[in-house]
């Protein structure tokens, strides 16, 4: 069973742009959680989707934004970008509701 | 300050037995999880315990909850250079909202 997919795993932007960043989920599941990990703050829930909804929100502003689609894959977008947007972006998927939260490798973003 | 608590770094000789301790806060919490992160790579689930469990053992790892002073442990035996990585503990309440410690990094030395 292929696990959480996250592309691409590498990103590079400069301050004011946008960018997107997509997760595969492990087949099945229809949870996605996306979370911000920087060496300052540490691992910082965003937001949950599940079955195409936003079930649960973190406390970041609404230049993060996501989406699920039917087939449970996830994008994230994240608006007019900040240099303390830096940060490596993991997903998580898991079969319902507090169960076990899979990983994916992240996304490595940084902001010039 | 977090509502999950972990001493930031741990140092081990290689074959000792690691401890990596945990404070959590919130006695409503369902599930506890360690994660290990090895360096550019994402959270790897290593074991789980449910909260109306005290002990859980499962080949190397044994983590032990201690519910009334919400302290929750991950003992490794016989740690091996492979160990070396920082290691989260986490708790869930009722969704997929998870907290996260700041993580142990844990060195082996040969």
């Known amino acids: 069973k292929a696990g959480v997919t996250q592309t691409p795993r590498y990103l590079i932007k400069t301050r004011g742009q946008q960018v997107t960043l997509s997760c595969s989920p492990i087949s099945g599941h229809r949870s996605v959680s996306w979370y911000q990990q920087t060496p300052g703050q540490g691992l910082q829930f965003l937001f949950e989707y599940f079955s195409e909804t936003q079930r649960n929100k973190g406390n970041f502003p609404g230049r993060f934004s996501g989406r699920q689609f039917s087939n449970s894959r996830s994008e994230m977008n994240v608006s007019t970008l900040e240099l303390g947007d830096s940060a490596l972006y993991l997903c998580?998927?898991?079969?319902?509701?507090?169960?076990?939260?899979?990983f994916g490798s992240g996304t490595q973003l940084s902001v010039l | 300050g977090e509502d999950v608590e972990q001493s930031l770094f741990l140092s081990v000789r290689e074959g000792d037995s690691s401890v990596i301790n945990c404070t959590y806060t919130d006695s409503s919490s369902t599930y506890l999880y360690w994660y290990k992160q090895e360096p550019g790579a994402g959270l790897q689930l290593l074991t789980y315990?449910?909260?109306?469990?005290d002990m859980k053992q499962d080949q190397r790892l044994t983590v032990l909850l201690n519910k009334k002073d919400k302290h929750l442990s991950l003992r490794i035996a016989d740690t091996q250079t492979g160990d070396s990585a920082i290691y989260f503990c986490?708790?869930?309440?009722?969704?997929?909202?998870?907290?996260f410690g700041a993580g142990t990094r844990l060195t082996v030395k040969p």
């Open positions: 986490a708790e869930s309440i009722v969704t997929n909202d998870m907290r």
């Open positions: 315990i449910f909260s109306n469990m």
């Open positions: 998580a998927s898991s079969s319902g509701t507090n169960e076990k939260l899979f």
